[in-house]
């Protein structure tokens, strides 16, 4: 079996996107997969509809490869890929889109609005209050993402946003303890629930692939009874939005136990310090077990039709 290890690209991912790759192609030639990366630049169509390989594992973060673009090369390349599908690939990249989607599924989302070019700086304060959290719609990795404690602060966060992608989104602020969840499914299972802590004042890019940076603490120190909630939670948004293969459904739980859902990742970090491998092994899963079992499902669902 050879498996195309696509990563790289343009995103401002590029970076971890190397990274999870490098660890990926590492751990399926120890499980006795022929796996070579592969950079996703103008040559990538070329090499996946040349029949080389036998299945594609995504490990390209951020734009390109968590909203549908690859996967969409994948299918007309006629070729197995790890995760999600075209269509929640897309859903779960817009944070709008998602969120909406979210509440529908009866999930607990932070009040939030799509900010347009021309709102004034008053409207999404005076709706949602402060302080505030904004982001690009499009990004991953707290890429441009700000918290806007005094009304001077708003438009410098919207210009950060911006930079980034033309859409930018506003949320209410909640306070409390940072979780994730990984969500594998073949079967479908929840891996164990993982609290974030980190020195830095939000959980940035920088705290996230610093060693040291942040700290993942298994179990989350969380009552029972809320844990099995963000759980419950964590599987009706995988399920509800068509995820497939993985994914990782970041939340925030206020002191009344209320879990909030942040975003759902579908090409999570795959770095020796990212959340999803971490959590796994938690659940049991070595890290080569885990890249294998992922191929091996997407070679299931391919030969089923998606």
């Known amino acids: 079996m050879r498996v195309a290890v696509i990563?790289?690209?343009?995103?401002?991912?590029?970076?971890?996107?190397?990274?999870?790759?490098?660890?990926?192609?590492?751990?399926?030639?120890?499980?006795?997969?022929?796996?070579?990366?592969?950079?996703?630049?103008?040559?990538?169509?070329?090499?996946l509809a040349g029949g080389e390989f036998d299945a594609a594992f995504i490990a390209l973060h951020g734009r390109g490869g968590e909203d549908g673009r690859?996967?969409?090369?994948?299918?007309?390349?006629?070729?197995a890929y790890t995760g999600s599908g075209i269509?929640?690939?897309?859903?779960?990249?817009?944070?709008?889109?998602?969120?909406?989607?979210?509440?529908?599924?009866?999930?607990?989302?932070?009040d939030f609005e799509e900010v347009g070019s021309d709102e004034p700086n008053s409207g999404p304060i005076s709706r949602l209050g402060l302080?505030?959290?904004?982001?690009?719609?499009?990004?991953?990795?707290?890429?441009?993402?700000?918290?806007?404690?005094?009304p001077d602060q708003v438009q410098p966060a919207l210009e950060l946003a911006r930079r980034h992608d033309r859409r930018v989104?506003?949320?209410?602020?909640?306070?409390?303890?940072?979780?994730?969840?990984?969500?594998?499914?073949?079967?479908l299972r929840v891996l164990p629930p993982i609290e974030i802590t980190y020195t830095a004042q939000v959980y940035d890019y920088q705290a996230k692939y610093t060693p040291g940076g942040?700290?993942?603490?298994?179990?989350?120190?969380?009552?029972?009874?809320?844990?099995?909630?963000?759980?419950?939670?964590?599987?009706?948004?995988?399920?509800?939005?068509?995820?497939?293969?993985?994914?990782?459904?970041?939340?925030?739980?206020d002191q009344s136990g209320t879990a909030f859902v942040l975003e759902v990742n579908t090409v999570p970090g795959l770095t020796p310090l990212s959340l999803f491998p971490d959590a796994a092994r938690a659940g049991g899963i070595e890290f080569p077990?885990?890249?294998?079992?992922?191929?091996q499902s997407?070679?299931?669902?391919?030969?089923?039709g998606r």
Request: net charge negative; aromatic share 2%; proline share 4%.
């Open 7 to 47: 990563c790289g690209g343009d995103s401002a991912e590029r970076e971890v996107s190397l990274l999870s790759g490098a660890a990926v192609v590492e751990a399926l030639v120890e499980a006795g997969v022929n796996a070579v990366a592969v950079e996703a630049d103008r040559n990538l169509w070329p090499q």
């Open 131 to 150: 302080p505030l959290v904004v982001k690009p719609v499009r990004e991953g990795s707290t890429i441009g993402l700000s918290i806007a404690i005094s």
């Open 214 to 253: 942040s700290h993942h603490v298994i179990p989350a120190r969380l009552p029972t009874e809320v844990l099995r909630r963000v759980e419950a939670d964590a599987l009706r948004a995988f399920v509800g939005l068509g995820c497939e293969g993985m994914a990782r459904i970041d939340f925030i739980v």
């Open 70 to 79: 690859v996967q969409a090369l994948c299918e007309l390349a006629g070729l």
């Open 289 to 295: 077990e885990l890249c294998l079992g992922l191929v």
């Open 298 to 304: 997407a070679l299931a669902r391919s030969g089923e």
């Open 169 to 187: 989104m506003a949320q209410r602020f909640v306070s409390g303890m940072e979780i994730t969840v990984g969500v594998l499914d073949r079967p």
């Open 87 to 110: 269509l929640a690939s897309a859903l779960c990249m817009d944070k709008v889109r998602c969120n909406h989607e979210l509440g529908r599924l009866g999930l607990s989302v932070p």
